[in-house]
């Protein structure tokens, strides 16, 4: 029987890098390890491309969270255990979600028992975000509703991964470490870097020996906090193909990135995760993120050299309205292929706010 695991946790917390991080680990360990990308939107998600491109045994769930198709997450996850013969199956839901232990485990649990053996629930904190609900109250320039979906998303864990410890000093981390474990005592916490691979063997260990207790937790789910807070989020997601006399495609998607900043920061806005990955000619890629208006871009592969043409997705999840969303996106695409003097094909957009009307 296959292992599952779904990690939830907040916009640009590690997500995505720590099932990687932990799928090489299993790996090392000659352990095959399936990973399974859900977001909201269509198609064209940065995540689902990377994982593929990074060579792990990936497939996505696109256009709603998992726990509302439950048959079709159900048909990935047998293919992966049966097809692929995967020991270890991750998957997360959308960064801005909640209720996951409800409506993927419990309906597991009661729906398909014995199939499926459950790793215990686990949410991914980033250290920066948590100053927001610490007793420092940090402004990152997020609204106050979002407080409760950071707060919802640790009391619903059985298992905490401080992600991004390698930003930390020792002290630091275990100031945070107690801060975790003291205000969420239902979950057991772990330090890691999923970048720098520190933490995960410890963390592993945990995972693969426990079993979820499959707790019940009221978080207050589809409650009014639980709505004002989705209504601060808007969803874009653009395919397009730049073709130029040849250009520098890091110095483009750096300045699409900065031009898009500076648009939601004029607007007081900002993007809790903003990602793009672009591919050459040759199949090389870059991909980069920012996890908000006021952070410096940070790169996970960049392109060695100058090309001709480069096909971009670009994924935003924005504290923004979807109008005023897709007009930033919009004219800061625009304004940058003008800038290096390059052609643009447009081939997919999507923009939505979480409860915009007429959306479902
Ligand atoms: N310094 C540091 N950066 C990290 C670490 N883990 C992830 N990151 C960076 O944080 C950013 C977000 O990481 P992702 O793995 O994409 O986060 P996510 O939770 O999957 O994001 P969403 O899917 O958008 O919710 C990227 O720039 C990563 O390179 C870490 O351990 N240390
Ligand atoms: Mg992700």
């Known amino acids: 029987m296959s292992r599952y695991v779904v990690f939830g946790g907040f916009l640009g917390s590690g997500k995505t890098t720590g099932m990687m991080a932990f799928a090489d680990v299993l790996a090392a360990r000659g352990k095959k390890a399936a990973i399974l990308v859900n977001d909201l939107g269509a198609k064209n998600l940065v995540d689902g491309s990377f994982t593929a491109w990074k060579g792990y045994l990936s497939r996505d769930i696109t256009g709603d969270c998992i726990c509302y198709q439950t048959e079709n997450l159900v048909d990935q996850l047998r293919r992966f255990r049966d097809a692929d013969g995967a020991d270890m199956i991750f998957s997360d839901i959308p960064g801005c979600g909640i209720g996951a232990l409800d409506h993927v485990y419990h309906k597991l649990n009661r729906d398909y028992p014995g199939e499926f053996s459950l790793c215990p629930f686990v949410a991914v904190v980033d250290p920066e975000r948590l100053r927001v609900i610490m007793p420092e109250h940090a402004d990152l320039h997020l609204p106050t509703e979002m407080e409760y979906l950071f707060d919802a998303q640790l009391k619903e864990a059985e298992v905490i991964l401080l992600n991004k410890t390698d930003l930390l000093t020792p002290e630091r981390t275990d100031e945070v470490l107690d801060f975790l474990r003291k205000g969420y005592p239902q979950a057991a916490v772990f330090g890691i870097s999923a970048k720098e ?141 003008r800038q290096f003097g390059v052609k643009l094909h447009i081939y997919f957009t999507e923009c939505f706010g979480m409860m915009d009307e007429g959306r479902v």
């Open 197 to 337: 691979h520190t933490g995960l063997e410890e963390a592993l260990d945990y995972l693969m020996s426990h079993d979820s207790s499959l707790p019940a937790v009221d978080i207050g789910y589809g409650g009014r906090d639980f709505m004002a807070a989705e209504r601060t989020m808007s969803w874009y997601n653009r395919q397009f193909f730049v073709k130029g006399p040849c250009f520098d495609g890091n110095g483009f998607t750096a300045r699409l990135m900065d031009q898009i900043r500076a648009g939601l920061k004029a607007a007081g806005r900002n993007v809790p995760h903003l990602k793009a990955m672009g591919e050459d000619e040759e199949g090389n890629i870059l991909k980069v993120s920012l996890t908000g208006v006021d952070y410096a871009l940070e790169w996970a592969e960049k392109l060695k050299r100058e090309t001709p043409s480069l096909k971009v997705i670009l994924n935003a999840r924005a504290v923004c309205e979807s109008d005023r969303l897709d007009e930033i996106m919009d004219f800061a695409l625009r304004e940058t292929a």
